[in-house]
């Protein structure tokens, strides 16, 4: 049966992109990534990022998926691809389906990946300096707990009243101002769960740090999209605090996989060393392709 690409339509597409990630996430083991949490996420994240409030349908209208019977075999929008492991050939159609409709698109490859690689030569990119790490950690193991400091305590998110701070501080993850649009769809999303979703506050209740995760149930898998702690209150153990709450939270939740993903260590030594040291183990790089 002969593969067919299309744009995706709808609210039938979204569920059967969603069911995608979900069953293809574990035939890759950790070499490849069909996370559905990040997916999930970053849909949520751009419905919210205008001035204009964005429908599902419309986010949905960049997002370009390749079927073969029934079966949703791969997937690429804005940044990111996605092949079902034995569809890896498809990735040389992804690449001229982009050149077409994303121009400009860079991709992210696993180093070792020579299939994709040599593909991404053959068009003319070249792999860049910049790359990004992945992590995870073995929940079926003990997590240990942390101590804050005196005065500090740790709560979730959607029980705070002051949302701005909250806001600030995922601004200061992501470098984007956040709003209560986000969040709405954050909360929407079925990977969201509130006891992944924290901040620590302070002696006068100020927000000071912030963890956010998301949680697979079908894979068991928890992604931990962000640890941060303003600059001023660095170098109290608090963001090390924060994540092994947020490890235990997912323990509590039936998880027994954590996966992280960091900037080079070059750029952003400060969160490498905090998932090292709490024990997150390294999966491998996926190195950026441009085209210049």
Not at 26 to 46: C, K, M, P, V
Not at 147 to 170: M, N, T
Not at 221 to 227: H, K, R
Not at 256 to 272: D, I, L, R, S
Request: hydrophobic share 35%; with cysteine; net charge negative.
């Amino acid at each position: 049966m002969s593969v067919i690409h299309r744009r995706s339509e709808g609210m039938h597409d979204y569920n059967l992109i969603r069911n995608f990630f979900e069953k293809e996430y574990r035939s890759y083991g950790t070499r490849f990534d069909h996370n559905l949490t990040i997916f999930e996420f970053q849909t949520a994240l751009s419905r919210g990022l205008g001035e204009q409030k964005q429908e599902l349908n419309e986010v949905l209208e960049n997002v370009h998926i390749w079927i073969n019977g029934d079966r949703l075999v791969g997937l690429l929008e804005e940044g990111a691809f996605y092949a079902a492991s034995d569809h890896r050939f498809l990735f040389e159609e992804m690449v001229e389906v982009a050149e077409s409709y994303l121009p400009g698109m860079e991709w992210e490859v696993y180093e070792g990946d020579r299939d994709f690689e040599e593909v991404l030569l053959n068009k003319g990119f070249l792999k860049s300096e910049e790359y990004w790490i992945r992590r995870d950690f073995d929940l079926r193991k003990m997590v240990d707990q942390a101590e804050l400091p005196k005065g500090y305590d740790i709560r979730s998110v959607p029980h705070l009243r002051e949302q701005e701070e909250v806001f600030q501080a995922y601004k200061l993850c992501y470098g984007l101002l956040f709003n209560q649009t986000m969040f709405d769809h954050f909360y929407e999303t079925s990977t969201y769960r509130k006891e992944l979703d924290l901040v620590v506050t302070g002696p006068e209740d100020q927000v000071v740090a912030l963890c956010s995760g998301r949680y697979d149930e079908r894979n068991r898998l928890v992604t931990i999209e962000a640890v941060s702690c303003f600059h001023e209150y660095r170098g109290r153990g608090i963001s090390k605090a924060l994540l092994r709450k947020s490890l235990l939270a997912a323990k509590g939740l039936g998880a027994t996989q954590a996966t992280v993903y960091t900037g080079m260590p070059e750029k952003f030594p400060a969160p490498n060393r905090l998932y090292e040291s709490a024990g997150f183990k390294l999966v491998g790089k996926k190195y950026v392709w441009k085209k210049e």
